[in-house]
């Protein structure tokens, strides 16, 4: 017999999360697909689901999911630590000293998966005319985030 109380929990919680290297340096160069593959397993393995990976010399764009028993600022903090771990372990980037203390995350309808995606998987695009400061900088006016321009960066 099925109780009719029984109740279920359902969300989606879609995340935009962006965050540098340390500095800013250029250091992540070639093996970018070995590192965003690493950093699919990290999410696969938390339960959340990736729509994209990207990013270019200086940061990333992650666009998933966030299983609701997971922080952000708990995802973020495994993501970079395992990552910083793998990329020395396997020698990725051999200039790469760290990723930046913070991180931005940004939350966004299910509805603009599709611009989202395009977004990220043309990052090399953006920034031939667009620096990481100026794309931040926009995305955190676009979603009304205030912020003091002497912390950034």
Same mark, same amino acid.
């Given at each position: 017999?099925?109780?009719?109380?029984?109740?279920?929990?359902?969300?989606?919680?879609?995340?935009?999360?962006?965050?540098?290297?340390?500095?800013?340096?250029?250091?992540?160069?070639? /093996?970018?697909?070995?590192?965003?593959?690493?950093?699919?397993?990290?999410?696969? /393995?938390? /339960?959340?689901?990736?729509?994209?990976?990207?990013?270019?010399?200086?940061?990333?764009? &992650?666009?998933?999911?966030?299983?609701?028993?997971?922080?952000?600022?708990?995802?973020?903090?495994?993501?970079?630590?395992?990552?910083?771990?793998?990329?020395?372990?396997?020698?990725?980037?051999?200039?790469?000293?760290?990723?930046?203390?913070?991180?931005?995350?940004?939350?966004?309808? &299910?509805?603009?998966?599709?611009?989202?995606?395009?977004?990220?998987?043309?990052?090399?695009?953006?920034?031939?005319?667009?620096?990481?400061?100026?794309?931040?900088?926009?995305?955190?006016?676009?979603?009304?985030?205030?912020?003091?321009?002497?912390?950034?960066?």
């Amino acid at each position: 017999m099925n109780s009719k109380n029984e109740m279920s929990t359902y969300t989606q919680l879609l995340y935009q999360i962006v965050f540098s290297t340390k500095n800013r340096e250029h250091t992540l160069t070639y /093996n970018k697909q070995e590192l965003f593959k690493y950093i699919t397993g990290i999410l696969k /393995n938390k /339960n959340c689901h990736l729509y994209q990976i990207n990013g270019v010399e200086d940061h990333l764009h &992650i666009v998933t999911h966030i299983h609701p028993s997971i922080s952000v600022s708990s995802l973020v903090k495994d993501i970079k630590l395992a990552s910083t771990e793998h990329i020395k372990n396997n020698s990725l980037f051999p200039h790469f000293n760290g990723w930046q203390d913070g991180y931005g995350a940004f939350t966004y309808s &299910i509805k603009e998966i599709d611009r989202l995606i395009t977004y990220v998987k043309n990052q090399e695009g953006h920034h031939k005319t667009k620096t990481f400061k100026e794309e931040y900088i926009e995305l955190l006016k676009e979603n009304g985030i205030v912020y003091d321009e002497k912390y950034l960066f």
